[in-house]
């Protein structure tokens, strides 16, 4: 429809576009398509998610998965790649005990995300599975910065989202391992006191107890996610 290959990156997003129906005897007469009080669903797709297939996909020979990155943020990218990494780091050391981890399903909610299917991996949907409600994205967490260094006890951040003093946040590393930080005792890079992060880029540091490895992702729990 455009000329642009979505398999080299240059997605237009036909299916994001809005359609009217066209009737063959009735060229130039555009009736309006509406499911509900927001429009209509018809390209609009869940996002496919295939964790549970991974012993199947695997012994097909398969020698390496597509992950979406395109129009995805670093922290999507990172936190599926991670979730597929250990989970087939686990079924290759032991496969007859493979099973899909809770906490991996958890990584996977956090990240902007459509409803989760299989699609046709596993053969033909039943009826009405393949009929979605809505095109909203969910998730539990938004991503708010990255870590940028360490020195004397403190560890330095770089803002991508506003936070506060008092905020709870997730670090995840890029082995996968996960730190809890309060941002307590704020202090920007002047070493001025302040009781927020609120400008985009912002460096500012915290306390925290050891280092982390440099641009580790800092995550924040959506209260209603």
């Known amino acids: 429809m455009t000329g642009r290959d979505a398999n080299q990156g240059e997605c237009a997003q036909a299916c994001r576009w809005r359609y009217s129906l066209q009737e063959e005897a009735r060229p130039g007469e555009y009736f309006p398509v509406f499911e509900d009080e927001y429009g209509t669903y018809v390209f609009n797709s869940k996002d496919l998610c295939l964790l549970e297939r991974l012993p199947e996909i695997c012994r097909t020979g398969v020698d390496s998965l597509k992950i979406e990155g395109r129009m ?45 299917t299989e699609g046709f991996a596993a053969g033909r949907p039943a009826d009405g599975a393949q009929v979605y409600a809505t095109s909203s994205y969910r998730q539990t967490h938004d991503f708010v910065g990255l870590v940028k260094g360490y020195g004397s006890g403190r560890l330095v951040i770089e803002q991508r989202n506003n936070v506060k003093q008092g905020d709870i946040l997730e670090a995840l590393t890029p082995e996968g391992e996960i730190f809890s930080i309060e941002l307590a005792e704020m202090l920007d890079a002047d070493g001025n006191a302040i009781i927020a992060a609120a400008h985009p880029q912002q460096i500012f540091n915290v306390p925290f107890a050891h280092a982390l490895p440099e641009n580790s992702l800092l995550r924040r729990r959506i209260h209603d996610g």
């Not at 087939?88 to 032991?94: G, M, P, R």
């Open 72 to 116: 995805k943020s670093v922290h999507y990218v990172a936190t599926v790649v991670g979730v597929y990494r250990q989970a087939i780091d686990a079924l290759f050391a032991a496969p007859r005990e493979f099973s899909v981890l809770p906490r991996w399903r958890e990584e996977l909610a956090k990240i902007s995300h459509r409803p989760y």
